[in-house]
């Protein structure tokens, strides 16, 4: 099951992060965690910065409510994401956050 927890003032939850790989895409379950490949290379911040622009599209949260919370330099983070407005609820991202775990690996 993902790990996802509400904060005060969002949601933390749980990713693992593929850095080199040859394309960017959410492939779903890999543990407790939201498994990602991204392009991006592990230096200067590359990956992490294109983790949270992946998870800003598909969320369709601005990329300024999506914080690294943990773990920016293992493969392993926590993201705490912030609900803009009403449009974009904790409950309803939450919901699209378990889409994203139970999407199928392909």
Not at 24 to 33: C, E, R, V
Not at 80 to 87: D, E
Request: aromatic share 6%; charged share 25%; with cysteine.
């Amino acid at each position: 099951m993902l790990f996802i927890t509400e904060k005060k003032n969002g949601l933390v939850f749980k990713i693992f992060v593929q850095p080199k790989s040859s394309i960017n895409s959410i492939l779903g379950a890999y543990k407790d965690a939201i498994k990602i490949k991204l392009t991006a290379p592990p230096v200067n911040n590359a990956a992490n910065k294109l983790c949270i622009k992946i998870l800003s599209k598909q969320l369709k949260v601005p990329k300024s409510n999506i914080t690294l919370y943990s773990g920016e330099t293992s493969r392993t983070k926590h993201i705490l994401i912030i609900p803009q407005n009403k449009k974009n609820s904790i409950q309803d991202i939450k919901k699209q956050l378990l889409n994203l775990y139970s999407k199928k690996n392909t």
